[in-house]
């Protein structure tokens, strides 16, 4: 078939899924699939570099776009683009672009780039601190720098939520790990916003170190009221640990105390070979089992 008809081809087969086209596979592409993906790539790569984060926030959802006309054969290209927008200096690009990677992007660059980008939120949270919202002198809300800083804080939250569900997404070691290496670095005071959320993708990747984990933060977390109020870290984990357990048809999950956390440590060494030992590594045919059973 000469590029021209293949060309001519493309137009009318860039609105037709993979698995509708007698032509494609799970291997590859078929000619003219390849042609009308590459067009739409290419135009949207300069969308990237666009003056105005809303532009690019676009271009991602484009290339999203893009990559699910074709679910079952995910574009490595269009992967390494949307890693390339977690660097962007907007966070709001940067959240668009690790939720796009969680959604049916290749396996391996989805994990890979969300872990590393877990990571690097986390010295931004760290450096932004609490946001300034607990113990400020009356009016220094009304600080230009103040607001500055707590404006940048909550994009970075947004940012980390993004990269927190997409990583509960993907059923990899790697992304257990990260989850929960950061779990105990929230406080009521740094991070809260992002302890349910870390706490969602734990339980929903339902392996036993993520599950270890929440019991830990369970263990060490405020029963009642601290310092700065009442802390509701404990009792949130617990929900969600409690409705895992029920839907697993586990046993006598221990009740909330707000004297005490609950001994979650007894029921977890009872229970832990409920929850998988290893997930292993999420890739391109555990991407395609998991399409066909939603």
């Known amino acids: 078939m000469t590029t021209a008809i293949v060309l001519a081809l493309a ?15 799970d291997a590859a592409l078929c000619a003219a699939h390849q042609v009308a993906q590459a067009a739409a790539v290419k135009a949207a790569k300069p969308k990237l570099r666009g003056g105005d984060p809303v532009d690019r926030i676009l271009a991602v959802q484009e290339l999203a776009r893009i990559n699910h006309e074709h679910p079952r054969l ?19 690009v940067r959240a668009e672009a690790a939720k796009a990677l969680a959604d049916g992007m290749q ?8 872990v590393s980008a877990l990571e690097n939120v986390r010295g931004d949270l760290a450096k932004l601190g609490g946001g300034g919202r607990f113990g400020q002198p009356d009016g ?16 970075a939250v947004r940012y980390a939520r993004a990269i927190v569900d997409g990583l509960g997404k993907l059923p990899d070691d790697r992304s257990v790990d990260a989850l929960a290496d950061f779990l105990p670095q929230l406080s009521f005071r740094s991070g809260g916003e992002l302890t349910d959320g870390v706490g969602k993708s734990l339980v929903a990747l339902d392996a036993r170190k993520g599950i270890e984990a929440l019991v830990q933060k369970i263990k060490l977390s405020p029963a009642g009221a601290g310092p700065f109020g009442p802390d509701p ?19 006598d999950p221990p009740p909330w105390s707000t004297k005490e956390p609950p001994d979650w440590e ?14 292993g590594k999420y890739d391109l045919e555990k991407m395609r089992k998991a399409k066909a059973k939603a």
């Open 11 to 25: 137009a009318g087969f860039g609105a037709i899924a993979s698995e509708e086209c007698g032509q494609c596979s």
């Open 74 to 92: 995910p574009s490595s290209e269009i992967a390494v683009l949307a890693e390339a927008a977690l660097q962007d200096e907007s966070m709001a």
């Open 107 to 114: 396996p391996e660059t989805a994990v890979r780039s969300l």
């Open 140 to 155: 220094e809300e009304k600080d230009p720098k103040v607001q500055e800083r707590r404006k940048l804080r909550d994009e």
């Open 233 to 251: 870290t404990g009792k949130t984990l617990h929900d969600l640990l409690t409705t895992s357990a029920r839907s697993k048809g586990l046993a």
């Open 266 to 279: 007894k029921w977890f060494a009872k229970n832990q070979k409920s929850y998988a030992a290893k997930l």
